[in-house]
């Protein structure tokens, strides 16, 4: 599986932006798929989650919980991040990753990542 995260960029603070990740490959093997960010100096962090198969959302971290919503498309295999009131803190690379189980900390697959500058 292949993943290619796009629409990165500068913004305000309090603006929004949505993320893409195209998603190629074996996607029939994909259980789930979600976001991740690393800011800099900093350690990657989890930021949401969902079920590929039912769609369901499986999970956000606190501090986007609120102002991202994630959500796909499995006709074109993209997968969203839609973020609002955005703030200086959401300032990193944020990557798109895809793997085979339902849970677990490890994923199979990742993106090249695309970075997301808030300016305060």
């Known amino acids: 599986v292949q993943l290619q995260a796009s629409g990165g960029g500068l913004v305000q603070a309090g603006g929004s932006l949505r993320l893409s990740c195209a998603a190629s490959?074996?996607?029939?093997?994909?259980?789930?798929m979600g976001w991740f960010r690393q800011a800099p100096g900093k350690e990657r962090e989890f930021v949401a989650a969902?079920?590929?198969?039912?769609?369901?959302?499986?999970g956000y971290a606190d501090s986007v919980k609120g102002r991202f919503t994630i959500s796909g498309d499995s006709a074109k295999n993209t997968l969203y991040l839609q973020m609002n009131s955005l703030k200086a803190e959401d300032t990193a690379v944020y990557y798109c990753?895809?793997?085979?189980?339902?849970?677990?900390?490890?994923?199979?697959?990742w993106g090249q990542g695309t970075l997301v500058t808030v300016s305060s």
């Open positions: 969902m079920s590929w198969w039912n769609g369901g959302t499986l």
């Open positions: 490959g074996q996607t029939f093997s994909v259980n789930r």
């Open positions: 990753a895809a793997d085979r189980s339902r849970r677990g900390s490890a994923w199979d697959y």
